[in-house]
Each structure stands twice: as structure tokens, then as C-alpha cells.
């Protein structure tokens, strides 16, 4: 089992850049699959971006290619996603999770979930 904290959130300006980070704490966290996911007011949690456990792969939404970037630590039990160039449609609360099994875009083959981190992109 694993737990994780999201931080990094805050309020930015429209082409603006945030980093966040992911802290999980638990066992072998370099065997989970990571993921990044998104939910804006009103709106169903969309998928942002993942991480293979190797941190050899990534896959991305189309609405972030290009602008997001995800990335691994380890050694620091940390994942992080790098959000550049932010236009308020990426207003949501960002959520990170992992899996033990596939490494995926559906939400539903997540197991664990941190509380989420808000972003506010101001136009």
C-alpha cells in the first residue's frame, strides 16, 4: 500500500508555470505506475498524464502535449508534474495515483489516491 500527498498548487497567471510534487510514502514505491489526474468544477476527473514505474515512458492528454511534463524520483519517493504555459482551462484540482498493475490512462485501474491540490489559472 502506498499514501500520497500532492503540493505545489496555487494561484498563477495565464501563461504561467507550476511544478507538483507527489510525496508518497509506503512500500516500493519505484513499483508503481503513476498517474496525474484532474478535476474541474463541475466536471468528471479527466486524465492528465502517467508515468511507467521505470520512468522510461510517459503518455500525456492531448490538452497538455507539450505543455505538462511528468517525472519521477525514486530514490526521493517523489512525482512530479511541470505544468508550463497554464491557460485558465487547466483550472481543476490535480490529483495523483497510483498502480500496482497496469500502467493506464483510466482512472478506474488506480488503486490510491492523494487528497488533490488546487490550481487556479487567472486569465
Known amino acids: 500500500q502506498v499514501q500520497l500527498v500532492e503540493s505545489g498548487g496555487g494561484l498563477v497567471q495565464a501563461g504561467g508555470s507550476l511544478r507538483l510534487s507527489c510525496a508518497a510514502s509506503?512500500?516500493?514505491?519505484?513499483?508503481?505506475?503513476m498517474g496525474w489526474f484532474r478535476q474541474a468544477a463541475g466536471k468528471e476527473r479527466e486524465f492528465v498524464a502517467s508515468i511507467h514505474w521505470s520512468g522510461r515512458s510517459t503518455r500525456y492528454a492531448d490538452s497538455v502535449k507539450g505543455r505538462f511534463a511528468v517525472s519521477r524520483d525514486n530514490k526521493k519517493n517523489t512525482f512530479y508534474l511541470q505544468m508550463n504555459t497554464l491557460n485558465p482551462e487547466d483550472t481543476a484540482v490535480y490529483y495523483c495515483a497510483a498502480s500496482s498493475t497496469t500502467w493506464t490512462s483510466d482512472k478506474s485501474d488506480y488503486a490510491y489516491w492523494g487528497q488533490g491540490t488546487q490550481v487556479t489559472v487567472s486569465s
Open positions: 509506503g512500500r516500493s514505491f519505484s513499483a508503481y505506475n
